[in-house]
């Protein structure tokens, strides 16, 4: 059974309203084979994993500022975002590439410093390392990018911060695929931009994916936002 329709049926079981009891059940039946996984694929579904936060992350910071600018003295509480709206704007990930094609994201701000994005649409994007297909990321129920700005900071000092979890389908053109992937630890990520905008990247992490029978791998970030596995596995 292919696409959402597997996660509605599973959904419907489960009655996992509010949690992702029902995502878990499908990576666990149909997700991602782990242990089929070489190093290099490892590596690559990592680094895809991290950057696709690291992009949403930048849109919705362009939202942020457009909403900011039309109106200065408004309280924002939520808002919207068409990543259409933004995708000349767009920062690029160093160490993979990543092609945006649509979605929608519900950013809430609870204080003036925190942020939770979440998708109202899958954002659907393209990693030709990992797929042939559309690659679509749901952010709903307990998956969420949590991201913090640090006030007394400045973007070179990388003290703004994100964690996040998130459930990831790969429409490829065979047996579709599944798997979730999640901050580890107390220590969040550092969000770094450079001084023009062009890149962006998450530093000084800890993350893992998992996918089927509940086998998982995990992974740092480098302070320039590269992935490295761990020596052993």
């Known amino acids: 059974m292919k696409k959402w329709s597997l996660l509605a049926l599973a ?5 996992g309203c509010g949690s992702n009891d029902a995502e878990d059940a499908i990576v666990d ?9 070489s190093s290099q694929q490892k590596q690559d579904y990592a680094q895809i994993s ?3 936060n690291t992009l ?3 849109i919705a910071g362009q939202c942020f500022e457009a909403e900011s600018e039309r109106n200065p003295n408004m309280e924002i509480t939520g808002f919207t975002c068409n990543i259409a709206d933004h995708k000349e704007a767009v920062s690029q990930t160093q160490f993979s590439s990543i092609t945006l094609n649509s979605g929608m994201l519900d950013v809430n701000r609870s204080s003036q410093t925190e942020f939770k994005i979440q998708t109202k649409d899958n954002v659907k994007f393209h990693a030709a390392s990992i797929s042939d297909g559309t690659l679509n990321y749901r952010l709903v129920d307990d998956n969420a990018i949590q991201f913090i700005i640090n006030e007394t900071g400045t973007d070179e000092t990388g003290t703004d911060s994100a ?5 990831f389908r790969d429409d490829k053109t065979s047996d579709v695929t599944y798997w979730t992937v999640e901050s580890l630890g107390t220590t969040p990520f550092s969000y770094y931009e450079d001084t ?3 890149h962006s990247w998450l ?3 800890t993350a893992k994916i998992t996918g089927k029978d509940d086998k ?5 970030t480098t302070a320039i936002g590269e992935v490295e596995l761990p020596l052993t596995e």
Do not use: E, K
């Open 50 to 52: 991290t950057d696709i």
């Open 163 to 167: 964690s996040f979890r998130g459930f």
């Open 29 to 37: 039946t149909v997700g991602l084979n782990i242990d089929s996984l």
């Open 196 to 198: 023009n905008n062009q």
């Open 11 to 15: 959904s419907a079981l489960l009655l």
């Open 56 to 58: 949403i992350l930048f």
């Open 216 to 220: 998982t791998f995990d992974w740092i």
């Open 203 to 205: 530093a000084n992490g």
